[in-house]
């Protein structure tokens, strides 16, 4: 048994750290923000290049064929520098649905140009009520056509292709969209975390390219949302372990009464438990990825807990980081509230706390019952 | 990174579950009424530890010269699982094991070695700690008992506090200020102090449980042979805080499995009790606290898992330690609260034979979990050590 990162895992980190730590300084972090999209072509572009784009898929559809704990090595790093732009929506979300539910012939047409960085992609799947539960998927899909509208879509402005979750004749269905292609259109849903932009996107009598129906499109788009929330809790990780860092250097060189305000006990113990909440976000991260990657019978438990852990405690960590910070931290010049909205808008993504404390619930204490539907 | 076992890992779990399951005692409850079984309890658990010293299995990790198996450290981890797997009963000598035993491998003279080791193992010889005074509790490098030198014996006077199990013990490892008018870590010793030597009186101390199982134990001119002290004189700090390391690295192995287990029958229990007219299981706020106590318990389980690896990739148990100390007891205090929630008024009784759930083992726990936060370096002193030694902030006091 050995739980920590190979040599070769903990290279890609390394790598990966030392890259967006270069790409992605604060100042561009910025300037990204206040952009219409957060996304810059450039950057992407670099990203495909090292291969980023294409990890987790395998090589004959030009991916670098690694694993999950690979991936959530490197989206450790990404969420650490607060990466913009549109990789999560992309490669893990996106990407994975086509992976897990599409037939060759449309993973060579859909994965190919994400891999190579041609295409970005992002997943349709909440609507008016809001819900990460694929049991209430409405959007009727009729004809090969799609009628509806999609909300809270991560960083669709700038995807070349949505994979829609649409009910096709009482059935779930997985349907790829052109972003050009007739009676799409988009409207942007300005929130909290301005590096990650989400849209409304409305179709109206809509081509799209049924990629998986029934219990295929069930089980893609249940791993999908599975490996993008084990990516997510990766970055909310990352996310952590700088707000901590930023805290701690802050606690040695402020000085109050005299002293470094670290001194303080008070101050000192919000550090030690934002110190304590990242190291459990972390463990419960990394095991959920070899659960995934290894299909361990308790996988999608281990993904509910990584996330019902890491929802509250980066959000945790973010009270107590603006606190030891003081006014300071209340300011829009420091980049602490850059981490603190991705924050919120990470606990939000994918279920909330509640949301996967219930999914673990039902799996180890049987299913609730339900009163509507 | 890979969390299968290996085929030797495998091989040595089997071992040990399948002795397990040919002797871990039947019938055995982990919570028995107090008071005037607590004696009793304990002769019974010296047989248990007897029984797994004969298996070959007491202070496994120890090097077999000692009379130990030099298990690796992940064995040393399984084993502890696999004891928490079978439910099986604590060992009597649980200080002995865990503490003593370890320091004296470290620092111990041969002649130190052959003399005590082996008792501790067959829990011939049952151990107690004596650190903390009534004036030197977190800070204990306060102490004030002290040890005088007189030819080639020390004097010792003084008094120690909150001593679990010196009404069992034998020995007791002793932390002591040998030289006189000396401060803080300096100057003090580790000595092995017989308990049944004249002039050592053990009073009872009841804890807010009702047991006693703690002691106050006093000191009135003991002689003990100068060749009882443990590491050099004056050293008595390192060697203590070597005592301490163990503590913390050990107390929470296992642990995770304990706490699933009562998480399975708290999960039991909620298809048996009601809450709004419907099994408490299909109550939304229980499924909620429910989930959020595994979610708890899972996290200790995989950062233990990560630390254990470390440490066995090389890595040395460090004031990490105290990140465990503080999950494990305060998620104890958080589980125990939920699991009041779950039984409603069920929860509080403590005895049958009306409506007591599982001999009012929950009762008692509630009660119990609070001494967790302070026994084995308090929550604040944890978050002190996390603060300095791992976050490098200045230290507070
Ligand atoms: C069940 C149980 C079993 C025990 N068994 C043993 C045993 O076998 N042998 C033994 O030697 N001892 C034993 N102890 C004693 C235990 O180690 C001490 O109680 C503990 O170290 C705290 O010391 P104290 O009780 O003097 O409290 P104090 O040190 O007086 O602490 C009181 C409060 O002040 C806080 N405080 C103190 N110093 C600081 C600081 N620097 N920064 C912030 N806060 C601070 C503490 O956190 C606590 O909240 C046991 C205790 C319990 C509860």
Redesign the pocket.
Known sequence: MNFGLTEEQQLLKNSAREFFTAECPPPEIRRLMETETAHDEALWKKMADQGWTGLPFPEEYGGMGLGLVDLAAACEEMGQALVPGAFLATVPLAGTAIFAGAQDGAKKKYLAPICSGQARATLALLEKEASWNSRDVALPLTKGTLNGQKLFVMDAGVASFFVCAARQGGELALAVVDRRAAGVSLEAQPALDATRKLYAVTFHNTPAEVIATGGAALTALDRALDFATVALTAEMTGGMQRMLDLTVAYAKTRKQFGKPIGQF?AVQHMCADMLILLEGARSSTYYAAWALQENAPDARTAVSVAKAYASEAYREAGNRAIQVHGGMGFTWENDVHLYYRRAKASEIAFGDAAYHRERMAAALMGAASRAAK | MDLNLTPQETEFRNEIRDWLSANVPAGWKARQDAEESMRKRFEFLREWQRKVFAGGWAGISWPAEYGGRGATLMEQVIFNEEMARAAAPPMANT?GLALVGPTTITYGTPAQKARFLKPILNADEIW?????????????AALRTEARRDGDHFVVNGQ???????WAADWCAL?VRSEPGSEKHKGLSYILVDMHAPGVDVRPLR?MTGET??NEVFFQDVRVPVENVLGKVGDGWNVAISTLMHERATLGAGLHIIYKRWFDRLVELSHELTRNGRPAAEDPVIRQRLAQAYTEIEVMRLNQMRIISRIANGGTPGPEGSIQKLLWSELNQRFQQIAMELMGAYGQLTKGPVGVIDEGQWAYQFL?T???T????????Q??IIGHFVLGLPK??
């Open positions: 006990q | 200080l107690c700690q004596g650190f903390s005074e009534p004036n030197a509790g977190s800070d204990l120690k506090v909150w001593t679990s199990y010196g932390v804890q199982e703690f119990r609070r001494g967790n302070i026994e084995a370096g308090t929550s604040e002193v978050r002190n507070s006091y």
